[in-house]
């Protein structure tokens, strides 16, 4: 998905090349932290956000606010990052045949605590209005905030789950939440759907500053 979206830069085949080198590093990174052990200990303090999310996050926040991002925010549709949003319904549908099979706790589910689902439907609908241009940019930069509310919910049902409560005692849960494949569901997935909500919030912030060019009638 964000090669779609970085092919809008000024040289992108520069950028897409630098992107492909940093998710190897981050794959890297994960494996080293898999294998070693290190987030297999759920006490306190908790490693996954520790180790994983939060370090997510503030890359995507930097990169997204550099200036060689300018170019892309402005290139790119509003309406395609929302579209590209509808990928949490599989995301979500995975989780419930995960819980299904023993691996995730129900309250991580869409039957618990994870209301992640209602975002990647409503994208679409969302997604269609911006494309007709019936929803203004503060309609969609507040569809934009209430999603990341939504997702820290989300994230807030495994947290809690895993660090917080005795779903990991004897004969309970598992701990292949920080095994592969399932470590790619904090690693790799949430950290999209926070790079396309804090991406099209850039933009509609953008849309909504006054253009510096644009001069006031009264002060003709």
């Known amino acids: 998905m964000q090669i779609f979206i970085i092919k809008n830069a000024i040289a992108p085949r520069k950028s897409?090349?630098?992107?492909?080198?940093?998710?190897?590093?981050?794959?890297?990174?994960?494996?080293?932290?898999?294998?070693?052990?290190?987030?297999?200990?759920?006490?306190?303090?908790?490693?996954?956000?520790?180790?994983?999310?939060?370090?997510?996050?503030?890359?995507?926040?930097?990169?997204?606010?550099?200036?060689?991002?300018?170019?892309?925010?402005?290139?790119?549709?509003?309406?395609?990052?929302v579209f590209m949003q509808s990928f949490r319904i599989?995301?979500?549908?995975?989780?419930?045949?995960?819980?299904?099979?023993?691996?995730?706790?129900?309250?991580?589910?869409?039957?618990?605590?994870?209301?992640?689902?209602?975002?990647?439907?409503?994208?679409?609908?969302?997604g269609f209005l911006v494309m007709r241009g019936k929803l203004s940019s503060k309609g969609l930069l507040i569809w934009n905030v209430v999603s990341l509310l939504i997702l820290s919910i989300t994230a807030y049902s495994f947290i809690s789950t895993y660090y917080f409560t005795d779903y990991l005692a004897p004969g309970k849960g598992n701990k292949s939440f920080v095994d592969f494949p399932y470590l790619l569901l904090a690693s790799v997935l949430l950290p999209a759907a926070v790079f396309l909500h804090v991406f099209s919030i850039r933009q509609t912030i953008g849309k909504l500053k006054p253009s510096p060019h644009v001069i006031n009638p009264m002060f003709k």
């Open 16 to 81: 897409i090349v630098g992107y492909l080198v940093i998710c190897a590093i981050w794959i890297a990174y994960l494996v080293i932290l898999s294998t070693s052990g290190l987030l297999d200990n759920f006490g306190l303090p908790p490693r996954v956000p520790i180790f994983i999310v939060l370090p997510a996050v503030a890359g995507i926040i930097y990169f997204s606010g550099r200036k060689s991002f300018h170019d892309i925010l402005q290139k790119t549709p509003l309406h395609i990052t």
């Open 90 to 126: 599989i995301v979500e549908l995975l989780i419930y045949g995960a819980f299904l099979e023993g691996v995730f706790p129900e309250r991580a589910t869409f039957t618990g605590l994870n209301f992640d689902i209602l975002v990647g439907g409503s994208s679409l609908i969302i």
